[in-house]
């Protein structure tokens, strides 16, 4: 009688283990998946995100009025005033478009959007107005005594800038490693 006993407790440990294990499994596969659908969402966002925004329009309209083409520098602020004072809507356009860099890079910070997809659809235009805008963005800050102001944004672009200065080298001729 003990010996029947002890093979039921025997399968029955048998069976435990492996149950263990298959849940074990089953939870690192739910895992992955889980994962994988959080940077599909993530992805999604992001594309969305630059999708739904009118920084085209509201690039247009600075180029207009701004001839951003032919400048190669940050844009005086005496030139920014004198447009928003015969244009008031640059203003909010330019306001707007900086919100919205401040948005994407808000959103790569915390992990909301994707920072490739970002990158790869924004970076170029990004780093432009952040750039041709410098003076505006600082006379803000000043003016509203908030050294916070489109910071993320200036953030997202200073790494940015140091990702590109940081070119993996090429291993030399005739070394070993």
Not at 91 to 96: A, P, V
Not at 107 to 127: A, C, P, R, T
């Amino acid at each position: 009688m003990d010996s029947i006993l002890l093979i039921i407790q025997l399968i029955t440990l048998i069976v435990m283990t492996f149950g263990i294990f298959y849940t074990a499994k089953q939870l690192a596969q739910s895992r992955k998946i889980h994962w994988e659908n959080h940077e599909w969402n993530r992805r999604l966002a992001s594309q969305n995100a630059m999708s739904a925004s009118e920084d085209i329009n509201r690039s247009i309209e600075l180029h207009k009025k701004l001839n951003i083409d032919s400048v190669k520098e940050s844009i005086p602020l005496k030139e920014i005033e004198k447009v928003f004072e015969e244009h008031k809507e640059i203003s909010i356009y330019l306001s707007k478009l900086l919100n919205s860099y401040e948005g994407y890079a808000r959103g790569i910070f915390q992990g909301l959007y994707d920072e490739e997809i970002i990158k790869n659809g924004k970076k170029s235009s990004m780093i432009r107005y952040f750039f041709l805008f410098k003076n505006y963005i600082d006379f803000k800050r000043k003016e509203r005594n908030s050294e916070t102001l489109w910071s993320e944004y200036e953030r997202l672009i200073d790494k940015w800038k140091f990702e590109d200065t940081q070119k993996e080298q090429r291993k030399k001729l005739g070394s070993i490693d």
